[in-house]
C-alpha cells in the first residue's frame, strides 16, 4: 500500500527535476502574486490583519506588503491575506484552489530571513505549489463541496513543504511537518464574500510555516495525521484518492496548467466573462441571458444580488451586467457599492438567469443572448483552451503593469528571471521600498 505521507516527504525534500515550463509558470506566478499584493495592500481586511501584526511586535524578520516588517509567522499570515484579499491570484482547476497565495508568503518568509538566493525561493515554492495540488487531488472534490476551502486546506500542506524545503529539512522532519500541519489546516467556504475568505490564505501560510519552525526545534508530532481513520483525510471529507495525488509526481508538474486571472473577480466566473466577450454584449440589446456553469459554481460565486464591490466579485449576474454596462471587468476600481447599486445594472440584472449543467465541466460556460430584435446568440467557452507560454507570459505581464507600472513590472521580471537574492524581491512588497531600493541600484552601479 502506497503510503502518500513519506511519498511526498520524500519528494518535499529531494532533489527534483524541473521542466523549463513549470519554471517560466512559477515565475509568472510569483510576478502575479507580487503585483496582485501590492495592490491588494490597501484593502480594509488588508489593513487590519497587517495593523494587529505590527502591534504585537517581534523581531522584523520579514517585509509586508504595504509597509513594515514582522517576525516569520506574522508576515505570513499577513502577506497571505493581502494577497488574497483582490481575489485576482491564480487557480489550478485541479483541485479549486489558489497555490500562490498559501505558498509564496510562506516561502518568502524564509527566503528572505536566511538570505536565500531567488533560484532557491522559485523551486522550493513551485514543489510547495505541486504538494498542495496533490493533496487536493487526494482529498478531491467531496472535500470541497462539503464546504472546505482547499486553498487554505490543501495550501497550508503547500506551505510547509516551500519552507521546510527551504530551512533544509530532511525526509523524516518533512513527514513531521506534514502530520503537524494536519493538525492545523483549515479554512471554511462560509467565509467567501467576506474578509474570512482572504484571511483563510493568510492562516495556510502561517499554520504551514508554524509547522516547519516547530519541527526545526525538536518538535514531536504524529508524522501520520495525514492519513489513517482519525487523520486529515478521512475527518475532512476527503476521497483519498492516491492515484490522482500520485500519478506522475516528479516527473509531471501538475502547477504547469495553473490559470491566471485576468478579470478582477471569483476565478469560477471567468469562463462566462470570456463567453460574453465573443458574444459582444451590450446592455440596450438585451431581452435576456442565460448562463450555464458547472453545478459546484452554484455555491460559490452565484450571489444573485450582492450589495458590496467583494460580493459583485461572486455574482455570475452582477458581473455580466457590468461588463454589458462597460465596465472593465479586469479593473479594481469597477467594483463598488456605487456599481451594484445603480438602476441600470439591476434592472439588466434582473433579465439574466443562471443554470446549473452537469454537462459542462468546472472551467466552462454556456451563455445565451436573447436580443431585443429577436436575434438569439450563444456561445460556449473553456478556460482549459491552452494559452502558449509566450501569450501567458504577455498576459501575466500586461496585467501586472496595470496594477504596479510598466517599469516596477519589468524589473521584477527580470530579477525573476537572472536571479539575484530573495531579500530584493522582498523589498518590493512596499512600492515605496522596492522604489528606493532601485535607484539606489542604479546610483551604485552593478555589484
Known amino acids: 500500500m502506497t503510503d502518500l505521507t513519506s511519498t511526498l516527504a520524500d ?9 523549463t515550463q513549470a519554471r517560466i509558470v512559477a515565475s509568472l506566478s510569483a510576478l502575479d502574486w507580487l503585483a496582485v499584493g501590492r495592490a491588494g495592500a490597501d484593502e480594509p481586511v488588508s489593513r487590519i490583519v497587517r495593523d494587529m501584526v505590527l502591534e504585537e511586535g517581534g523581531v522584523a524578520q520579514a517585509q509586508l506588503f504595504g509597509e513594515g516588517a514582522a517576525p ?3 508576515a505570513a499570515l499577513v502577506n497571505g491575506t493581502v494577497s488574497h484579499a483582490l481575489d485576482y491570484d491564480d487557480t489550478h482547476f485541479a483541485h479549486i484552489g489558489h497555490p500562490s497565495v498559501a505558498v509564496f508568503p510562506a516561502a518568502l518568509a524564509i527566503a528572505e530571513s536566511t538570505d536565500r538566493m531567488l533560484v532557491d525561493l522559485l523551486e522550493a515554492a513551485l514543489v510547495g505549489m505541486e504538494v498542495s495540488i496533490r493533496i487536493g487531488l487526494w482529498l478531491g472534490r467531496s472535500h470541497y463541496q462539503t464546504g472546505f476551502h482547499q486553498t487554505a486546506t490543501s495550501g497550508a500542506f503547500g506551505a510547509a513543504v516551500a519552507a521546510g524545503r527551504l530551512a533544509g529539512l530532511n525526509a523524516d522532519q518533512m513527514k513531521k511537518v506534514l502530520g503537524l500541519t494536519a493538525t492545523r489546516a483549515s479554512g471554511l467556504k462560509a467565509q467567501f464574500g467576506t474578509m474570512g475568505k482572504p484571511y483563510n490564505a493568510g492562516i495556510a501560510a502561517a499554520a504551514g510555516l508554524e509547522a516547519v519552525l516547530l519541527v526545526q526545534r525538536g518538535f514531536e508530532p504524529n508524522p501520520d495525521a495525514l492519513e489513517g481513520p482519525f487523520g486529515f483525510g478521512a475527518t475532512h471529507h476527503g476521497a483519498l484518492d492516491l492515484v490522482a495525488a500520485l500519478d506522475g509526481l516528479g516527473d509531471e508538474w501538475l502547477f504547469e496548467s495553473v490559470s491566471h486571472k485576468f478579470h478582477a473577480c471569483c476565478h469560477g466566473l ?5 463567453a460574453a466577450l465573443a458574444l459582444d454584449i451590450a446592455e440596450p440589446e438585451v431581452a435576456e441571458i442565460k448562463v450555464k456553469t458547472h453545478p459546484r459554481w452554484m455555491s460559490v460565486c452565484n450571489q444573485p444580488a450582492p450589495t458590496t464591490g467583494l460580493g459583485a466579485k461572486f455574482s455570475y449576474r452582477t458581473v455580466i451586467a457590468m461588463q454589458a454596462l462597460g465596465h472593465d471587468t479586469a479593473k479594481l476600481d469597477s467594483y463598488s457599492e456605487a456599481v451594484c447599486a445603480d438602476p441600470r445594472l439591476i434592472s439588466l440584472r434582473n433579465r439574466i438567469a443562471v443554470e446549473a449543467d452537469e454537462s459542462l465541466s468546472e472551467t466552462q460556460a454556456h ?6 430584435d429577436g436575434v438569439r446568440r450563444e456561445v460556449t467557452h473553456d478556460l482549459m483552451t491552452p494559452l ?3 501569450e501567458r507570459e504577455d498576459r501575466v505581464r500586461e496585467k501586472a503593469a496595470k496594477l504596479i507600472g510598466a517599469d516596477e513590472s519589468d524589473e521584477i521580471w527580470s530579477m525573476l528571471r537572472t536571479g539575484g537574492r530573495t531579500r530584493d524581491l ?3 512588497l512596499n512600492a515605496a521600498r522596492g522604489i528606493a531600493a532601485s535607484e539606489a541600484e542604479r546610483k551604485s552601479g552593478p555589484q
Request: proline letters at 3%.
Open 367 to 372: 451563455l445565451s443572448l436573447l436580443r431585443r
Open 72 to 74: 516569520l509567522r506574522g
Open 426 to 428: 522582498a523589498a518590493r
Open 11 to 19: 519528494f518535499a525534500a529531494g532533489p527534483v527535476a524541473t521542466t
Open 270 to 274: 471567468h469562463a462566462a466573462l470570456e
Open 388 to 390: 502558449s507560454l509566450s
